[in-house]
């Protein structure tokens, strides 16, 4: 399925977790999003994005599976050591597929917490990788460094004081001390701000806490790691195109099932068309369109990654869902190999 028909789709239609869900639930206020739950974006060859994700990120590959709307491309899920959501980068892998114009209509820069003390690490793995990078920079109260990965996806490390310790991989490549620690926000480019501010803070909850040279800041529930928004408001920039280097979609954060179905009622009384609940495996979904035309989710906590593979052994071997077991070796076949550092062709 290519880009443009998988979009189309979109328009057209509708263990170790339990203590940290448990802490979740027991928020003082309810039905709020809690942060971001996962960003999806969309690569080309598959092992090149392996590489660079999980060999210079030290992101853990958590999830090696196919988009199940579209089973002939792996769907490849990013994470801390056992995939708490925040923490979650996936790609959608169509080799072949063009590299076109990013603008608004899209989430444009996505943006990784990494420690105060870790800016000089950072800058000097990027350099010693080959990866050309912008920074470090300053923007409100943060440093920032911005770069691209091998498709063109923008990305930043942003300093952030306030982290969540255990959201890295501690056997990966990068040290622990140094290691990302899940997102920090993420950055909506838009015609027109307007319409999209109003969304995030009538409908979804957000607070808008800041201002500068045309970004608005605007952060979610308690301003825990990962509930960042900056809107930029670009009147006279192009829009942007579904491709290779782009952003599917973002996913907001709820922590129960009970929480998104109320959800979806209050979103579909905004008058937004939104889909009917979708079981993902790993996680439930809806989807809706913000008015400037980025496809936002709402996804839950629960079931979480080691639903069908204990977290030791997370993004070690293919899975699929129920429904296309039955088509395990036509789907394999049709698949490239890949392979994660340290581990087996797959």
Excluded at 16 to 41: C, K, M, Y
Excluded at 201 to 219: C, P, S
Excluded at 272 to 301: C, M, Q, W
């Amino acid at each position: 399925m290519n880009p443009e028909h998988f979009n189309q789709l979109f328009k057209s239609t509708r263990t170790d977790f339990r203590g940290f869900l448990e802490s979740e639930r027991s928020l003082p206020e309810r039905n709020q999003i809690l942060d971001i739950h996962h960003v999806t974006a969309i690569a080309a060859d598959p092992q090149r994005n392996i590489n660079f994700y999980t060999g210079m990120l030290g992101l853990r590959l958590v999830k090696l599976t196919v988009n199940f709307d579209d089973p002939a491309a792996y769907h490849l899920y990013y994470g801390d050591e056992v995939g708490h959501p925040g923490t979650i980068l996936t790609f959608f892998s169509w080799p072949g597929a063009l590299r076109r114009q990013i603008g608004n209509g899209q989430l444009t820069v996505t943006s990784f917490s990494i420690p105060k003390t870790s800016i000089s690490f950072w800058s000097e793995r990027l350099r010693s990788h080959g990866v050309t990078f912008q920074g470090p920079s300053n923007r409100f109260d943060e440093e920032v460094i911005s770069f691209s990965d091998p498709d063109g996806l923008q990305l930043e490390l942003v300093t952030q004081a306030v982290q969540d310790e255990d959201r890295t991989w501690k056997g990966g490549p990068v040290p622990s001390e140094h290691g990302i620690r899940g997102f920090f926000g993420v950055t909506l480019s838009e015609a027109d701000s307007d319409p999209t501010s109003s969304l995030l803070v009538d409908t979804l909850g957000f607070h808008r806490v800041n201002e500068q040279d045309g970004r608005f800041r605007f952060k979610a529930g308690l301003g825990r790691p990962g509930t960042i928004v900056d809107v930029l408001q670009r009147p006279d920039e192009p829009y942007g195109l579904v491709s290779v280097g782009t952003v599917h979609h973002v996913a907001w954060r709820t922590p129960t099932d009970e929480q998104q179905r109320s959800w979806r009622s209050k979103i579909a009384g905004a008058g937004l068309n939104v889909t009917p609940i979708i079981d993902r495996k790993y996680f439930h979904s809806i989807y809706f369109r913000e008015p400037g035309g980025i496809l936002f989710e709402v996804a839950t906590d629960p079931p979480g990654f080691t639903v069908d593979e204990p977290a030791e052994s997370l993004g070690t071997s293919l899975k699929l869902p129920s429904g296309l077991e039955s088509s395990r070796k036509e789907i394999e076949q049709a698949l490239p190999p890949v392979s994660v550092p340290g581990l087996a062709r797959v």
